[in-house]
Nanobody
């Protein structure tokens, strides 16, 4: 099992940048593909970005492609999401998640472990 803790959320103006981090503890971090999801008020949780266990592969939702960058440091058991050109519609609680596979996934049901979430608010 792996435990996940997010950090780095906050309030930022539209067009600004923010970096989220996810610290993992437990088993070997590189054995888990990782993902970022978000949930806005009144909406379902949605996939944002995913990264394979080795970091060789990444995948992004169309809504964030070209603006967000996912990365991981397996030596430090951490994952990050660099968010740029933020928009009001990026406002949500962001969650990091781990999958019991090295292969990245895009569906919520593929991820067994979740952090508590961190709030990102983009003011327009």
């Amino acid at each position: 099992q792996v435990q996940l803790v997010e950090s780095g959320g906050g309030l930022v103006q539209a067009g600004g940048s923010l970096r989220l981090s996810c610290a993992a503890s437990g088993r070997t971090f590189s054995n888990y593909a990782m993902g970022w999801f978000r949930q806005a008020p009144g909406k379902d949780r949605e996939f944002v970005a995913g990264i394979s266990g080795s970091a060789a592969l990444t995948y992004y939702a169309n809504s964030v492609k070209g603006r967000f960058t996912i990365s991981r440091d397996n030596a430090k058991s951490t994952m990050s999401l660099q968010m740029s050109s933020l928009k009001a519609e990026d406002t949500a609680v962001y969650y990091c998640a781990a999958r019991d596979s090295v292969y990245l996934g895009r569906n919520i049901g593929e991820y067994a472990y979740w952090g508590q979430g961190t709030q990102v608010t983009v003011s327009s």
